[in-house]
């Protein structure tokens, strides 16, 4: 059982930058991939950006060159770092994980409800 707990949403001004952290517990290395998600009010849950158990990495395109995905499993945390933010980024986000061996560029392509862990949440307000 995997427990997530997301910190660092806050309010920001266009092109602004955030990185957001998710505290995990549990080894997860090689046993599971993780994700960010983000939700907008009246929009479906998107994922964002993925991380395999071997570390590999990908973005979606909506935030490629901007987003960017990392994981220290010595802190037991992932990380987003979000650069040159618009408006559009406005959602709460969500740190996710599952139970899987699939290469980042399957896991890139999981819907939300392939991932059975979740963290509550962090709001992101870009204006």
């Known amino acids: 059982h995997v427990q997530l707990v997301e910190s660092g949403g806050a309010s920001v001004q266009t092109g602004g930058s955030l990185r957001l952290s998710c505290a995990f517990s549990?080894?997860?290395?090689?046993?599971?991939?993780m994700a960010w998600f983000r939700q907008a009010p009246g929009k479906e849950r998107e994922g964002v950006a993925f991380?395999?158990?071997?570390?590999?990495?990908a973005v979606a395109d909506s935030v490629k060159g901007r987003f960017t995905i990392s994981k220290d499993d010595a802190k037991y945390t992932l990380y987003l770092q979000m650069n040159n933010l618009e408006p559009e980024d406005t959602a709460t986000y969500y740190c996710?994980?599952?139970?899987?061996?699939?290469?980042?560029?399957?896991?890139?392509?999981?819907?939300?409800?392939?991932?059975?862990?979740w963290g509550p949440g962090t709001q992101v307000t870009v204006s």
């Open positions: 991380v395999d158990g071997t570390g590999n990495t």
């Open positions: 996710a994980a599952a139970i899987s061996d699939l290469p980042v560029d399957v896991v890139a392509t999981l819907g939300h409800w392939s991932f059975s862990y």
């Open positions: 549990g080894n997860t290395r090689n046993t599971h991939c």
